[in-house]
Nanobody, 114 residues
Framework: VQLQASGGGLVQAGGPLRLSCTFS????????MGWYRQAPGKQRELVAS???????DYADSVKGRFTISRDNAKNTAFLQMDGLRVEDTAVFSC?????????WGQGTLVTVSS
């Protein structure tokens, strides 16, 4: 399994950004998918996760602003980020988890300017 994250960039506060995580391998629909982020000087934070059936979970800091989704036919998970804030600036990394298996994609930098 390999993961490829994309979609990071520079955005103004209040704007949207959409991250994608493309899964290469078999069994995508059986994996939990999710996103972590790590800001400079801060601990890594679980942002959002989604089960194979579409059940979602979010960090309190992003509830109501971020939406995680997946397209099992395209082996891709998405993180739609709306109402971005300066404090959302971080490196976002996607992961895939099934049982004891966990795979990571490379990070993608999201920078929110004021």
């Amino acid at each position: 399994v390999q993961l490829q994250a994309s979609g990071g960039g520079l955005v103004q506060a209040g704007g949207p950004l959409r991250l994608s995580c493309t899964f290469s391998g078999s069994g995508f629909s059986s994996y939990f998918m999710g996103w972590y982020r790590q800001a400079p000087g801060k601990q890594r934070e679980l942002v959002a996760s989604i089960s194979g059936r579409g059940n979602t979970d979010y960090a309190d800091s992003v509830k109501g602003r971020f939406t995680i989704s997946r397209d099992n036919a395209k082996n891709t998970a998405f993180l739609q980020m709306d109402g971005l804030r300066v404090e959302d600036t971080a490196v976002f990394s996607c992961y895939a988890n099934r049982g004891v298996i966990i795979k990571w994609g490379q990070g993608t930098l999201v920078t929110v300017s004021s």
